[in-house]
């Protein structure tokens, strides 16, 4: 089961918040959307997805932080099952 959780930020943030959020790891997908909902990027996270493999994903989201304002990420989480007590 999947949810979905959003954070409205600005563009000098944008970067920190998605590393935060990769390092929780239950992340399935990031989707940054500008202010007027317009999406700009949105990429997949699997599980073992490591360091070398998102350096270009950090780039290319500090490239849109530079020339963005307000954004919005949108975060698909995979939940834990829940276990019967």
């Known amino acids: 089961m999947t ?3 959003s954070f409205v930020l600005h563009g000098e943030n944008l970067l920190k ?21 317009k ?3 949105s990429f997949p996270l699997t599980f073992g997805v490591v360091g070398a493999l998102l350096a270009p994903v950090f780039a290319a989201i500090g490239a ?6 307000e954004c919005t990420i949108t975060v698909e989480r995979e939940e ?6």
């Open 80 to 85: 834990e099952p829940k276990k019967d007590s």
């Open 17 to 37: 918040k998605v590393k935060e959020l990769i390092a929780e790891g239950n992340i399935r997908k990031i989707t940054i959307t500008d202010k007027s909902g």
């Open 3 to 5: 949810t979905k959780e």
């Open 64 to 69: 849109v932080a530079a020339v963005i304002g």
């Open 39 to 41: 999406e700009i990027m």
